[in-house]
């Protein structure tokens, strides 16, 4: 399948670095405040990326760090009158409750910042002792001047950022370095022993650092929404491949572009945001993946009530095809004249739709051409019920393709599935992350040397059925059988 990358700016071959292993990277959210739908239309996308990548025979591991660790939090929560870790997970609760309402359930693991405090100090570490940061009263910084290909990802010259100058502070040997740690002295819960002194990491490094430990230097896909550009992206590459010597720390970086309100970026700050409960008050999840998924995830997406309206009422035509394959079928079930009303010409001809809708999503996830396979379908399917020209097979076959194509983009488009929401993820989907959280727990025991626990794992995933083979050193890390 093609992707398209941001760092080429052209759509390339996916190939992921192990097999058929994807590790893909999104940044989460700094959890001080409810999410606001801007925010659900990078995440349902990017739960769309794992459902197609699984769909197509790829073994996904989705990482999600949570910024629990940020001056906004902090500030908060001094508003509020509350310890920081109180806001902190108060808010990341919601967070999930709300992925789990969207149906964004592909995310495997979600790594708060303040749990690899040693990985951060470790990683800053190593870039001091290569000579690509250094301390000073305040802090320790990144020496972006020392750091060739910075402004690779945002393609900025090094004269080009010195006009988006960051972080004034007078003991920076150059404007643009960023913070790798700050030295604070705020409390226990937002503050760390380090080699520099008392203090909490920059925004930046805890991504970096999250991500090589559990995925190592090198990982398949990295996403967010354009704004993380520059400079949180550039600066990952920076810390990352500095650290490592390795190139490049991300095969494809993907953005998705803002939802806006009235052409301007939904945002906090900017005040014009609508929260994700609110919007489900008033919709349906369904509707709004289905809204969020009728544009390119690169384009933008004008956000308004009348188009989440509109979005609704276009479902809806679906789930009325898919209402009227299930009634045309138990008509015939119960109908003495079912094989006069058989048309064994009119058998062939539904695979076409499926090809389309895996060709468009085979092209850099392009899920508005993928919905318009399914209208296709819908037209095709409505217009052969009417003129009593289509086999139980293929009635069967086309409520069997609507099924798919909903499971893929997270939607219920079956009237099976609508009520029991596939949204709120599958039994399956559920089944297959937590044997990868398992595969994935034990790989860190491994790497701790703590073997007993580790075989004991891989013996009681034998006793499920689930055959773990370990991949040979630099390979792939495992591949899983199901045992007959
Ligand atoms: P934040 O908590 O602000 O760091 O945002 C979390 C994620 O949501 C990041 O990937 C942001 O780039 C993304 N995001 C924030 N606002 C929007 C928006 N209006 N449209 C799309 N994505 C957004």
């Known amino acids: 399948m093609l992707i398209n990358s941001t760092m080429s700016g052209?759509?390339?071959?996916?190939?992921?670095?192990?097999?058929?292993?994807?590790?893909?990277?999104?940044?989460?959210?700094?959890v001080y405040d409810n999410s606001h739908i801007g925010h659900a239309r990078t995440y349902i996308f990017f739960d769309v990326v794992a459902r197609y990548l699984k769909h197509i025979g790829f073994s996904v591991f989705y990482l999600q760090n949570i910024t629990d660790v940020d001056d906004k939090i902090i500030d908060r929560a001094a508003l509020q009158g509350i310890s920081p870790r109180l806001l902190a997970r108060t808010f990341e609760e919601k967070y999930r409750e709300d992925m789990q309402a969207l149906g964004v359930t592909n995310i495997n693991y979600y790594a708060r910042a303040s749990e690899h405090i040693a990985e951060i100090i470790s990683q800053i570490g190593r870039l001091i002792e290569k000579g690509f940061a250094y301390e000073t009263q305040t802090g320790v910084y990144f020496d972006e001047s020392r750091f060739g290909d910075f402004g690779k990802l945002s393609h900025q010259s090094l004269e080009d950022l010195e006009k988006h100058r960051i972080e004034p502070d007078p003991t920076k040997r150059n404007p643009g370095d960023f913070s790798l740690w700050k030295k604070r002295q705020d409390g226990p819960e937002v503050t760390w022993d380090s080699p520099w002194g008392k203090g909490r990491p920059g925004w930046h490094i805890e991504d970096t650092a999250i991500t090589e430990n559990y995925f190592g230097a090198q990982y398949d896909i990295h996403g967010g929404a354009m704004d993380l550009i520059f400079p949180h992206h550039e600066a990952e590459i920076a810390q990352m491949e500095a650290t490592s010597g390795k190139k490049p720390l991300v095969r494809f970086w993907m953005h998705t572009g803002f939802l806006n309100v009235n052409g301007e970026k939904m945002s906090k700050s900017l005040g014009n945001f609508t929260t994700i409960r609110d919007m489900l008050q008033k919709f349906d999840a369904d509707s709004f993946r289905f809204f969020v998924l009728s544009s390119h995830y690169r384009s933008p997406i004008d956000f308004s009530e009348s188009a989440l309206d509109q979005s609704r009422k276009s479902l809806e035509r679906i789930r009325q095809a898919a209402k009227a394959i299930e009634e045309e079928l138990e008509r015939r079930r119960t109908s003495a004249d079912e094989a006069s009303q058989e048309n064994e010409n009119a058998r062939a001809g539904l695979s076409e739709f499926r090809t389309k809708f895996l060709d468009a999503m085979d092209n850099d996830f392009n899920t508005p051409y993928a919905l318009k396979a399914v209208f296709e379908l819908v037209r095709e399917v409505n217009r052969r019920i009417n003129e009593r020209s289509i086999?139980?097979?293929?009635?069967?076959?086309?409520?069997?393709?609507?099924?798919?194509?909903?499971?893929?983009?997270?939607?219920?488009?079956?009237?099976?599935?609508?009520?029991?929401?596939?949204?709120?993820?599958?039994?399956?989907?559920?089944?297959?992350?937590?044997?990868?959280?398992?595969?994935?727990?034990?790989?860190?025991?491994?790497?701790?040397?703590?073997?007993?626990?580790?075989?004991?794992?891989?013996?009681?995933?034998?006793?499920?059925?689930?055959?773990?083979?370990?991949?040979?050193?630099?390979?792939?890390?495992?591949?899983?059988?199901?045992?007959?």
């Not at 052209?10 to 700094?30: A, Q």
């Open 10 to 30: 052209k759509k390339e071959l996916f190939l992921p670095i192990h097999d058929n292993r994807v590790n893909l990277f999104v940044c989460g959210p700094t």
């Open 391 to 484: 086999s139980k097979e293929s009635l069967i076959e086309a409520g069997q393709l609507l099924d798919d194509f909903g499971r893929i983009l997270g939607i219920s488009f079956s009237v099976a599935q609508a009520g029991q929401s596939v949204s709120s993820g599958n039994n399956e989907d559920k089944t297959g992350n937590l044997i990868e959280l398992l595969i994935d727990v034990r790989q860190k025991l491994r790497e701790k040397k703590d073997w007993a626990l580790a075989d004991e794992i891989r013996n009681r995933l034998s006793e499920q059925g689930i055959v773990l083979e370990d991949a040979k050193a630099g390979g792939g890390r495992y591949s899983i059988k199901l045992s007959e």
